[in-house]
């Protein structure tokens, strides 16, 4: 069956650093994977989708790369900011399906 | 503003007492779905719509029914609550099943 792993461990970082955040799926060809942001008991927010077809896509501090080999998406955001601290899901898509990771807090403090 | 409602957003009640959470999209998309979220489980959908009056179930269904009579609408009944189903819920709608998603504010739901 699919199975989507994100680290469940927050990830603590000062701000300006860069915060990398791993999505890694099994049993499992999407066509293209999306982030997300969830802050505390709001609904998720839609961030960035990236395509089988590209390796990496960009929006402002935020980059996503897509490694089909590897079964792997790598999220960053760059000079990360307090305002940054949410939990961040992966939900791998395509082929009238997506499922949601658990997701990854992560937690910028200045 | 494009958006997707629910209501109530918070909510006590009590074992057996029939509920009804109702969900609202004005972009004009086909697919909505239902999710719950605990702590450790992340998003587990609930049932799910392809369009008006055509509804199937998701992972974790029991408990629960939808209707879709109109294509902005999708309400969540509870018929016979139980602790168990205390958790926040969710409303999402999209154009496609795997497209983006849209969110509802969520309502959080607690049974006693």
């Known amino acids: 069956s699919q199975k989507i792993e994100q680290n469940s461990e927050a990830l603590n970082i000062q701000e300006g650093k860069t915060a990398t955040l791993t999505c890694n799926y099994t049993?499992?060809?999407?066509?293209?994977l999306q982030w997300y942001r969830q802050d505390p008991g709001r609904g998720p927010v839609f961030l960035l989708l990236?395509?089988?077809?590209?390796k990496e896509k960009r929006k402002e501090r935020l980059k996503v790369t897509f490694d089909t080999t590897l079964k792997q998406s790598l999220f960053h955001i760059t000079a990360s900011q307090p305002a940054d601290s949410a939990t961040y899901l992966c939900?791998?898509?395509?082929?009238?399906?997506?499922?949601f990771g658990k997701g990854t807090m992560l937690l910028v403090s200045p | 503003e494009a958006q997707v409602t629910q209501n109530p957003r918070y909510l006590i009640t009590v074992t057996g007492k029939k509920l009804t959470v109702t969900c609202s999209q004005n972009?004009?998309?086909?697919?909505m779905s239902w999710y719950r979220q605990d702590p450790g489980l992340g998003l587990r959908q609930i049932y799910y719509?392809?369009?008006?009056?055509?509804?199937d179930k998701g992972d974790v269904p029991e408990g629960y029914k939808v209707s879709r009579k109109e294509k902005r609408n999708f309400p969540l009944i509870l018929e016979s609550p139980s602790p168990n189903q205390t958790s926040l819920y969710f409303c999402?709608?999209?154009?496609?099943?795997?497209?983006?998603?849209?969110f509802g504010p969520g309502t959080r739901l607690l049974v006693l």
């Open positions: 999402a709608s999209s154009l496609f099943p795997d497209g983006t998603q849209y």
């Open positions: 049993n499992y060809s999407p066509a293209y």
């Open positions: 990236i395509r089988e077809n590209e």
């Open positions: 939900a791998p898509s395509g082929y009238s399906t997506l499922t």
């Open positions: 972009m004009n998309h086909e697919y």
């Open positions: 719509s392809m369009n008006v009056e055509v509804t």
